[in-house]
């Protein structure tokens, strides 16, 4: 779409606007390009970059500022990531904290450390809870309410209270999960409640109720929104892109409370191979336009479980972030792969 010339402008505009934050004047323009062009020549280009959409010009200054359509481009067809030296130590610093371990120990570990290399906020889609079970076990609360503790394959334990219509003793409630556990353990609970289905004439009538009402509260779906780990998003207080505009900030956290927006931007990527960026003012995904994110899918066992992300500025530097983001997740894979 762009000639040689208009292209070098245009990376050169949006590599010193993330640096410096500035609009960028013809002068600069001219310094950093490297080209021999006269500011009456660089002043048409840049016109010419303005009505295809991907400049603009705030009123208060001459110089120019990248639209969400530019930094399209830009992230697209002219983003050099950083040498191999620089991603060596990246890999290091994310080694050194993600350690094999707990789940969700070691997700909250992978959000913590894509916020501090960042330097903005790291956000992190954990893995889908499993709908297999190796073990349950119900404990009674009070007259018909009971406590569901699940334990996953992966050591996970999961905890539900659920509500029956009677009563049930501890020993009955024993006599259940051992049932369960006998017959069902490695199953997931929509194979159990097919199972129950076929079997209902052999058992009992009040373990069958039990039973059903586990197999219901373990399949109830999770409240999605403590599904999304985020880390550091005071960091982003510090970015006056974002924190200059009292409305603007209000916006941004409400992002991080109701998290939703961040769970369907996330669900969308993990679709995706490879690095995505998101950027605010393209993306109905992004609900502000100074803001962008950079993600990626993770796995287990080859198996894509999750996604995690950086939450920053649209004027962030992507040729930094996204090795982070790369490397956090291909070690957050070997570290939930090894059992």
């Not at 909250?108 to 809870?129: D, E, H, I, K, Y």
């Not at 992966?154 to 999960?177: C, F, H, K, W």
């Not at 894509?304 to 930094?320: F, K």
Request: proline residues 4%; without cysteine.
């Amino acid at each position: 779409m762009l000639d040689p010339r208009a292209q070098t402008l245009l990376k050169t505009l949006i590599e010193r606007y993330i640096a410096e934050g500035q609009p960028v004047g013809s002068r600069t323009l001219s310094k950093y390009s490297g080209l021999e062009l006269s500011p009456a020549t660089i002043r048409n280009v840049m016109s010419d970059l303005e009505e295809l959409g991907l400049v603009a010009s705030p009123h208060t200054s001459a110089g120019r500022i990248p639209t969400p359509r530019g930094y399209r481009l830009f992230v697209d067809t002219m983003l050099t990531v950083q040498p191999d030296a620089q991603e060596a130590e990246v890999k290091l610093a994310v080694q050194d904290k993600l350690k094999p371990g707990e789940t969700q120990k070691v997700v909250a570990a992978a959000a913590s450390v894509l916020s501090n290399l960042s330097q903005f906020a790291g956000v992190v889609l954990t893995p889908r809870r499993s709908h297999v079970f190796k073990q349950i076990e119900f404990m009674r609360l009070s007259d018909k309410r009971i406590l569901l503790i699940i334990v996953t394959p992966e050591g996970d334990v999961q905890n539900r209270i659920m509500a029956t219509q009677r009563d049930y003793s501890p020993s009955q409630l024993t006599e259940a999960s051992n049932y369960i556990n006998t017959h069902y353990a490695g199953l997931s609970f929509d194979d159990v409640r097919r199972r129950l289905r076929e079997e209902i004439d052999a058992l009992r009538g009040d373990m069958m109720q039990l039973m059903q009402a586990a197999v219901t509260a373990s399949t109830e779906t999770d409240d999605e929104s403590d599904n999304v780990l985020i880390s550091g998003e005071r960091n982003l207080l510090e970015v006056a892109d974002l924190s200059s505009d009292m409305a603007r900030l209000r916006k941004l956290f409400d992002v991080f409370d109701q998290k939703t927006s961040l769970l369907q931007l996330l669900d969308v990527s993990s679709h995706a191979q490879g690095v995505q960026i998101f950027i605010g003012g393209e993306s109905t995904l992004v609900p502000i336009e100074e803001m962008s994110v950079v993600t990626a899918p993770y796995e287990v066992d080859g198996k894509i479980v999750g996604t995690l992300g950086v939450i920053g500025p649209t004027r962030m530097a992507y040729n930094r972030v996204i090795p982070i983001v790369d490397i956090t997740a291909r070690l957050l894979s070997f570290a939930l792969s090894q059992h």
